[in-house]
């Protein structure tokens, strides 16, 4: 299976986006499916999560509020509204998936990873 991240730019402070993951080679509709990001010099964190119905949805405190992660199973496709965006938000942001939805914001517990999208946020 491949996950095709779209939907990163550049963009300025207050503004939105919306990213997308495009699953190949097998669908995804069985599988917990999360956002991650990476800012420059520091560790991978969670962003958010979405069960395998999309009925469920986790994120991590500081992007409650802002960030909205939904899934659309006919399409394979899962996304991430982003609102208000700052500067801290600059990261490369992957897309993961994997079985089960214990531990989702560990990344290590992801079987598949997206090759990223890079969102830049200028003041």
């Known amino acids: 299976v491949q996950l095709q991240a779209s939907g990163g730019g550049l963009v300025q402070a207050g503004d939105s986006l919306r990213l997308s993951c495009k699953a190949s080679?097998?669908?995804?509709?069985?599988?917990?499916m999360s956002w991650f990001r990476q800012a420059p010099g520091k560790e991978r964190e969670f962003v958010a999560a979405?069960?395998?119905?999309?009925?469920?949805?986790y994120y991590a405190d500081s992007k409650k509020g802002r960030f909205t992660i939904s899934r659309d199973n006919a399409a394979n496709t899962v996304h991430l509204q982003m609102n208000s965006l700052k500067p801290e938000d600059t990261a490369v942001y992957y897309c993961?998936?994997?079985?089960?939805?214990?531990?989702?914001?560990?990344?290590?517990?992801?079987?598949?990873w997206g090759q990223g999208t890079l969102v830049t946020v200028s003041s």
């Open positions: 080679g097998r669908t995804i509709s069985s599988w917990t």
């Open positions: 979405v069960s395998r119905s999309g009925d469920s949805t």
């Open positions: 993961a998936g994997r079985l089960g939805v214990r531990d989702y914001g560990l990344g290590s517990t992801y079987d598949y």
